[in-house]
């Protein structure tokens, strides 16, 4: 072999082998939710089984109170998507969108903010036909970067933390049904040879993951209390005996079934603090039978048994 070919095997090798060398210094970037609800088998417990048939609840995600020292930008709005989609998932409920709520609210002069009280969340209720509200707020979040160095290896990881307040408010009666807590975690870890891929930069999904490990955490816990809810609708029109509901086979509602049909309570008044305590029970009117559908979820019902029904009177299932 020439001097001239030995140079050129050689030259070639040496590329080679810095094309191997770079090709492993390539950044590696990974995203992982410690304890994440996926890894350890938690979300399986919002997953459809085919069990639940409903009547689905017709639920309304206000946007969360940003409690967080910092003020982090837009993290109670996030959460309120975040946990609609959830619930949207689980298949067992009615969601509302955050966007048509707030413009609804805003024609009736009503807030959309997450300080919601008896009175309020009946009026939400009444308004835009929904059986409970889900609110709350996030009263920390933080971000972190650690460090390390091995020999010309060197990896940095971005942690979110996130910690989020959330509560169930029955609309009918404006009763806080259930209330808990929750932490939330979410890691992007960057590394690479020769110092190369090794800086890490803002990640807008470093909030959002830690607010999905959170908010899906807290659905776990939630599910079982929203399943104890009572199911209610409301009627939105009568002519004669025919009673037309805001309920339909969106809804869960079939054809022949039997509905109460209940006055709306009074509006209980703490003789103290003036404030509304939610309505007492109201007295049972009779029974309505559904017949067909209509619209995006609505139902016609015959009256059965009983008279004096009103807009808005409540309907529930017979047991």
């Not at 939630?222 to 969106?250: C, S």
């Amino acid at each position: 072999m020439t001097k001239t070919s030995s140079t050129y095997v050689a030259g070639f090798l040496l590329m080679a082998v810095a094309i191997l060398m770079l090709s492993g210094c390539a950044p590696k970037t990974s995203g992982a939710v410690r304890d994440d609800s996926s890894l350890t088998g938690v979300s399986e417990g919002l997953k459809p089984t085919g069990e639940y048939t409903g009547p689905k609840l017709r639920v309304g995600v206000v946007n969360f109170q940003n409690k967080t020292p910092s003020k982090t930008i837009g993290v109670g709005e996030v959460a309120a998507d975040i946990l609609g989609t959830i619930l949207q998932k689980t298949e067992r409920f009615i969601i509302i969108p955050q966007q048509d709520m707030t413009s609804i609210l805003d024609q009736q002069a009503l807030g959309a903010s997450g300080a919601i009280d008896p009175a309020s969340a009946a009026k939400m209720g009444k308004v835009l036909g929904l059986n409970a509200i889900v609110t709350g707020a996030v009263t920390a979040y933080s971000e972190a970067e650690e460090g390390s160095d091995y020999l010309v290896y060197k990896s940095k990881k971005q942690i979110a933390r996130v910690t989020v307040d959330y509560r169930i408010v029955d609309t009918t009666t404006g009763i806080q049904i259930a209330a808990d807590s929750g932490q939330g975690v979410y890691e992007k870890k960057t590394g690479g040879a020769l110092g190369l891929g090794s800086k890490s930069s803002y990640d807008p999904d470093l909030r959002d993951g830690a607010l999905r490990d959170a908010l899906t955490k807290a659905m776990v816990n939630m599910l079982p209390q929203f399943e104890r809810q009572e199911w209610t609708g409301r009627i939105a029109k009568i002519n004669g005996r025919t009673v037309y509901l805001n309920a339909g086979q969106k809804t869960g509602l079939q054809v022949g079934q039997v509905l109460l049909v209940q006055e709306l309570g009074e509006e209980i008044i703490d003789p103290q603090t003036k404030v509304s305590l939610g309505r007492a029970p109201g007295n049972i009117k009779g029974e309505v039978m559904v017949t067909g559908f209509f619209g995006k979820d609505g139902s016609v019902a015959t009256v059965t048994t009983g008279t004096g029904f009103k807009n808005n009177d409540l309907v529930k299932l017979k047991k």
